[in-house]
């Protein structure tokens, strides 16, 4: 698939590229980035030439990941606010009509909805008839990701439990937290914020 651009007023997703690798190789050495996701730590300006020119690139055109760079609205080529991807999911029970969301945030760009504006646009399209069509859409976080499970439930996201040494990363088997998202799903919380959450901030 070529790829192509999401857009509402609040935020633009459109394909990183080469002149996006700076900002990614800087927003990638935080701590937090490091923390909650698989990319490699510590993260140098070689791993996100990588990740533009190879990752992204075959994602797309494989048709198994669609990465996008998150920028301010009406900015295709703006700065990077953040990265927002859905892939495919092979191999397992339903996968024909299965995908997963999964995205960060630069340290500057949280805590203003930037993030849940970004991952509406993709969970819609990757639900929609007019876009990959899937049945169901899953998220999965590290315990104690709450920021990420927060952005999962404001658009609806159901918690479907705790998967114990489940989510690999740099090579160690970490419990992660599941929920789902169906086509036709409301788009809002579905059920109580978890009591044992931290207080959250104003959004991410």
């Given amino acids: 698939m070529e790829p192509f651009v999401l857009r509402d007023a609040h935020v633009t997703l459109s394909v990183p ?14 701590p937090e980035i ?12 070689q791993d996100a030439e990588g990740f533009v020119t190879q990752m992204v690139a075959d994602g797309w055109g494989r048709d198994t990941m669609y990465t996008w760079a998150v920028r301010p609205a009406g900015q295709i080529d703006g700065p990077v606010l953040g990265m927002m991807g859905v ?21 500057d760009a949280r805590g ?9 646009l993709a969970a819609d399209w990757a639900l929609s008839p007019d876009g990959l069509g899937l049945t169901r859409l899953q ?3 590290y315990v104690g990701n709450w920021p990420s499970r927060r952005v999962a439930w404001r658009l609806g ?13 740099r090579g160690v088997l970490r419990d992660s937290w599941m929920a789902s998202l169906l086509a036709d799903d409301p788009r809002g ?11 959250p901030g104003a959004g991410r």
């Fill in 139 to 141: 998220w999965q976080a």
């Fill in 34 to 45: 490091a923390a909650w996701t698989v990319v490699p730590s510590p993260y140098t300006r």
């Fill in 87 to 107: 892939g495919v999911t092979a191999g397992a029970p339903g996968a024909d009509g299965a995908g997963e969301i999964g995205y960060w945030t630069a340290p």
């Fill in 189 to 199: 919380p579905s059920e109580p914020w978890p009591a044992e959450a931290p207080v």
């Fill in 157 to 169: 996201f159901r918690s479907e439990g705790t998967l114990r040494r489940y989510g690999m990363q």
């Fill in 112 to 120: 203003r909805g930037i993030t849940t504006a970004a991952a509406r």
């Fill in 17 to 30: 590229t080469l002149a996006d690798v700076d900002q990614v190789a800087e927003a990638c050495t935080d």
